[in-house]
């Protein structure tokens, strides 16, 4: 648009159309302008103060405007959300000029010279941001967001799992955009957008199509122009809710960090629609404590156009959940797995936060019987994106990423967040020679479980405690003596575990009924754990176990010989042999204890931040014991077991055959589980 502007233009008060707003600043011949700013027209030229960039002397005389600090995310806000340019306009005298807010936002992030010491009009006072115009003062737009600055505890902390919101590192953000947009679709869409990120790293890796998504946080929206979006890109991005809403178009390129909101966080409405869900994309529920992302990823993945290509970013938990393995089999035989990324502590996307992240690439392609597999190192998006594209080898190793391909039979088995099982190490579960069972959950630690000395101050009769292990930390070795109770005693440290029965209150000594009433008081029968039970002051029973196992936690997860004879809180979990010989007892202690039975619990844990691991009851039960370990321990394979190893494959076998004697081996699996139950 090259248009010319009457010189009176001004002077009339004559109302400017919109869309020539900024062809003021690009058309000045007929305004005298030169006369009040007599570097408006000047070239940028390299300035040595500047290292060689371009840039004006310091002493430039030319047009301002003033655009405050504190307002710059508001009026962010208000044109993303409504969609309507902004322009700032400054009459001075008889002339007036002015911009839009989008080419200031261009124009001052990050600013590379320094701004006139001079101005030709009055400093609107207040901290402010002053965009020049129409000179050009910098490169390309920032394209590398901040770091997010996580809380550690307090309301600030919660705000951030409630909504949860974590950011993605730049680095990752360029390598998954990368791959996303490699076959250049028309559009990528993100059902999460927050500031933009992914749009951000799409435009810096050449990416020049249509963006479009959802977000629910009108905040993190509007600090879009930080990492230089205009709003005129985010025209497409809806201010609202993704899962609740319907798409009635094909997406030809998804890519996102899904908002991390774990499952009871969510109101029961919201579950009963993610239910549903679940139901139209897989043909089955998930289990209840799937959180919300898993649920971003399956709508994406059902509207995923035809040869379209998706990238999330996710916990390992959507494939370390009871529901991932048939999940995941299910997605597998409609959607081609193209790779699975994890990551090493030192290239932790979320170093600050307990969750291990790992990265999805999907398309909608007819299903490959292989998946590379990288094991990245370092932050180094070219090297991810080189083993992502290479297609020569087997395996390949570079001091940023680890990659090969795995078979995706294999991978779906072993689980995707998991390394390779080694086929050279056979083994006993733990389920043929213990069950396992959590520990106690009180409702209120702080009401049921008492030190010595607050017992003795209240007056409660000891008879109606029973010793018991609260935290991990209170027994760092892997034997509880009992001494070791006397030394959590004079620590004072909790060890008493208050332990009622149905027996009515009015039959308990009165010390104790007072202390019942305080409780009652306090409002603990109308705590959701605790309104379960009948009275709501009758704990759970267990007797205690010969083994505890403790199962979270950044050090390394260990069985402890609980020779004190404690019950545990849900800091560890019960191991109860089928056969309680002492002897017998000490040697399943060993073997489980044994390095290479511990190096196996990769393989039925959750992974967390820091290389913390979670087990489940039953997925300990599933925990392999090598056979040279049970050798060495001189403990004997139960006859089940030995019976079910002539049923192993092999290397004759047809595929048909081998198919047959797995599902074979998978009912007696079943069998001895069930019948170890009984």
């Known amino acids: ?95 007036a000029y002015g911009l839009s807010f989008d080419r200031a936002e261009e124009w001052t992030h990050p600013p590379v010279c320094d701004l006139p010491r001079r101005q030709a009009c009055p400093s609107s006072g207040g901290t402010g941001r002053v965009a020049q115009s129409p000179i050009r003062t910098q490169g390309p737009p920032m394209s590398k967001p901040a770091l997010q600055s996580i809380p550690s505890s307090g309301p600030a902390r919660e705000a951030l799992r409630q909504k949860g919101q974590f950011w993605t590192p730049a680095w990752l953000a360029r390598a998954m955009a990368s791959w996303v947009v490699k076959e250049h679709p028309p559009l990528i869409f993100d059902p999460a957008v927050g500031p933009g990120t992914f749009f951000a790293a799409a435009r810096e890796v050449g990416f020049r199509g249509g963006v479009a998504g959802f977000e629910l946080d009108e905040s993190a929206l509007a600090d879009s122009y930080k990492l230089g979006l205009a709003s005129s890109e985010l025209a497409q991005v809806v201010v609202g809710d993704f899962i609740g809403s319907k798409i009635t178009f094909g997406l030809p390129a998804v890519i996102s960090n899904p908002p991390y909101i774990r499952h009871h966080r969510l109101s029961d409405t919201r579950k009963n629609e993610l239910r549903a869900l679940a139901l139209q994309c897989l043909g089955f529920p998930l289990d209840g404590r799937v959180g919300l992302h898993f649920y971003f990823l399956l709508k994406c993945l059902e509207h995923l156009a035809p040869d379209g290509r998706l990238a999330f970013l996710v916990p390992a938990d959507v494939c370390e959940g009871v529901s991932s393995a048939a999940a995941w089999r299910r997605l597998s035989e409609r959607f081609r797995i193209e790779a699975v990324l994890t990551f090493g502590e030192a290239a932790a996307p979320f170093p600050n936060v307990d969750t291990n992240a790992l990265v999805l690439l999907l398309s909608r392609r007819s299903p490959a019987n292989r998946v590379r597999w990288l094991r990245v190192l370092k932050p180094d998006p070219d090297a991810i994106l080189a083993a992502l594209t290479r297609e020569s080898g087997n395996a390949a190793t570079t001091g940023s990423v680890e990659a090969q391909w795995r078979a995706l039979e294999e991978l779906l088995g072993t689980g995707m967040s998991r390394p390779p099982r080694p086929s050279s190490s056979p083994g006993v579960p733990l389920s043929g020679f213990a069950r396992v069972v959590r520990g106690i959950a009180t409702g209120a630690n702080e009401f049921f479980f008492l030190t010595r000395a607050q017992v003795r101050e209240l007056g409660l009769d000891e008879r109606y405690f029973q010793r018991a292990l609260g935290r991990t930390r209170d027994c760092t070795a892997d034997t509880l003596p009992v001494a070791h109770l006397d030394q959590l005693d004079h620590a004072a440290r909790p060890t008493w575990l208050l332990r009622l029965g149905k027996e009515p209150k009015d039959v308990l000594p009165v010390a104790m009924q007072a202390y019942l009433e305080q409780g009652e008081r306090m409002g603990l029968p109308e705590r959701p754990l605790i309104k379960t039970r009948r009275p709501w002051y009758r704990m759970e029973q267990r007797t205690a176990p010969p083994l505890l196992f403790a199962y979270l936690g950044r050090r390394d997860c260990r069985f402890i010989l609980n020779r004190a004879g404690v019950v545990p809180l849900t800091c560890f979990l019960c191991v109860y042999p089928w056969d309680d010989d002492r002897g017998k007892v000490e040697r399943l202690w060993r073997a489980l204890n044994h390095p290479d039975t511990l190096a196996n619990l990769v393989f039925v844990a959750k992974s967390y931040g820091g290389g913390a691991l979670k087990v489940e009851p039953r997925q300990l039960e599933m925990l392999e014991i090598p056979l040279h370990v049970l050798r060495e321990a001189r403990l004997e394979t139960p006859q089940a077991w030995t019976q079910l190893a002539l049923l192993e494959t092999p290397a004759h076998r047809s595929p048909t055959e081998s198919k047959q004697a797995s599902a074979s081996t998978d009912r007696d699996r079943s069998l001895i589980r069930s019948r170890s139950h009984r």
């Open 1 to 95: 648009m090259n248009r010319s502007w009457p010189s009176h233009a001004f002077e009339s008060g004559l109302t400017v159309p919109a869309e020539w707003l900024d062809d003021v600043l690009l058309n000045p011949p007929l305004l005298p302008w030169s006369e009040f700013w007599p570097h408006f027209s000047t070239p940028l030229k390299p300035q040595r103060r500047l290292g060689g960039l371009p840039g004006l002397p310091k002493n430039a005389v030319l047009p301002t405007i003033i655009i405050k600090e504190e307002d710059r995310k508001l009026l962010a806000g208000w044109q993303t959300k409504r969609r309507i340019p902004i322009h700032i306009w400054h009459v001075f005298y008889d002339a």
